[in-house]
C-alpha cells in the first residue's frame, strides 16, 4: 500500500475531501503532528483510527520506525495539524525515505493556507513565490525586503501575530507603497483579510492581532524598480567624485523619493 499524504482543512473542518475522510477511516495508522488535533477533526465526522504522533521532533525515528511497515503493505496515512504535510510542516523526510524505499507515495490535495491568502489578497497572477516564515531578526527583514524589490511576482509568508507589528512597520519603513494583504483565521469564524498600501496597513494595526496570520505581499511596480535603479546609479556616481555612501543615499533619497534603506541596499 503507498503512504497516503492528505491534504487536512486549515481552520473549518468542514473543509476537508471525501477522498481523505475515506483514507482516513480506512488506514491501519494515521501519523498526526498532534494526536489532539486531529482527534478534533475525526470525531466531527465519526471515524476512529488509530493515531501516532510525527513531529519534528521525531520525526527522523518514526522514519526509521515506520519504514518496515510501509514496506510490509500496512496502510498509513500521514497528516498535519491544517493544510498539506511537508509544507511548512513536518512530512518531507518520511515522503524522501518511503520513495527511496520504493514504496509508492499518493497525494490527496486539499485546503491550502497559501493559495487561500493569495486569492483572497486580490494580488494573484500567473506566479508567485511561497516563502515559508518571515525572518525573525531586524537585519533578516531588511535582506529580505532588498531581495523582494526586484520580485515582479506577489509573494506569500506566514508570521506570527507576536511579530506582525515590527514586520509591518519594517517594510512600511523599506517600500511604504508596496501593495500588501494581511490574512487572519482564514476559512475560520473571525476570518479577516485586511488590504492597503504597507504604510498604512503599519498605521492601521495598533495592537498585536489574535490567530495565525498569512502575508500577502504586492510585487514591486515596473515604475518602482526602474526608479530605483535610475536613484542608485546616481548614488554610485556620487561616491565615485568622493561622497561617503551614506551622504549620497540621504541626497539621492531625499530628491527622489526612494526609501533610505532600499537605496542602500541597491547601492551595495
Known sequence: MPLAVCATPIGNLE?????VLRELAEADLVLCEDTRR??????????????????????AARAAELLPRLKAGERIALVSDAGMPAIND???RLIRVALDAGVPVTVLPGPSAVETALVASGL???????????PRSKKGREALWRELAQWPHPVVAFESPKRLLATLASLARFDSERELAVCRELSKHFEEVVRGRAGDL???FEQEPKGEIALVIGPAS???EEADEIAAAAVTELIEVG??????????????????NRLYGRSL
Not at 497572477?125 to 518571515?134: H, I, M
Open 243 to 260: 561622497l561617503s555612501r551614506r551622504r549620497a543615499v540621504e541626497l539621492v533619497a531625499k530628491l527622489s523619493g526612494v526609501a533610505r
Open 38 to 59: 486531529t482527534r478534533t477533526l475525526l470525531e466531527r465526522h465519526g471515524i476512529k483510527a488509530r493515531t501516532l504522533s510525527y513531529h519534528e521532533h521525531n520525526e
Open 15 to 19: 473543509d476537508v475531501t471525501l477522498r
Open 90 to 92: 513536518p512530512g518531507a
Open 222 to 224: 515596473r515604475e518602482s
Open 124 to 134: 494573484a497572477g500567473e506566479r508567485y513565490q511561497f516563502l515559508g516564515y518571515l
Open 202 to 204: 503599519a498605521e492601521k
